[in-house]
């Protein structure tokens, strides 16, 4: 699995789940990704997860988790700035990110939505466009998820928790990786 194809399954897992065997041959991808690369690999209790439970059981969880609790709603502009003119700004800048690389979103989703932006970075990863990813992860995205880990501290034993720790770690060192070799 290349870094393009694990941030796009970490999107298709952070969305709203539509096929089980998606999600777990997803889960599957991404912890072999991490583990190749010497990353910690949170995903066990997910992957967990999602093998004794049924679709509707996934959906349930999917739903209470995310759309009931503001600590952890996928959105990065809402853990960023909350609801004041600096989120509209932001999600200004991220929707000028996408256009300027040629991205077109699939759904009508918000732009700081965390599924959006993990196919934002799949796209630059796909397009081999390293530097513009690095950035935009170090200015956009790590800031945003790392607050929303943080907003699982109440959550410890929620099962999404660990697919969006996978996404910080892979942030994380893809910006890690640009440092090291001080190309960007």
Sequence with gaps: MTIAESYASLARMLEYPQKKEMLQADSDGVSAFLLEHDL???????????????????????????DFNPAVAPYLGHHLYGDNQK??????????????Y????????????????????????????????????????????????AGFARRQNSPWKPVVEAARLLCAADTA?????KSC
């Design 87 to 100: 989120k509209g700004a932001y999600m200004i800048r991220v929707k000028q990110e996408f256009h300027r």
């Design 40 to 66: 910690a690999c949170p995903l066990a209790p997910f992957a967990g997860f999602v093998a004794t439970s049924n679709l509707a059981a996934l959906q349930e969880d999917y739903v209470a988790t995310f």
């Design 177 to 181: 990786a640009c440092e090291e070799v």
């Design 102 to 149: 040629g991205f077109t979103p699939l759904s009508d989703d918000l732009p700081d939505h965390l599924p959006l932006i993990l196919g934002f970075l799949a796209h630059l990863a796909q397009q081999n466009n390293d530097a513009a990813r690095q950035a935009f992860i170090s200015d956009c995205v790590l800031p945003g998820i790392e607050r929303l880990t």
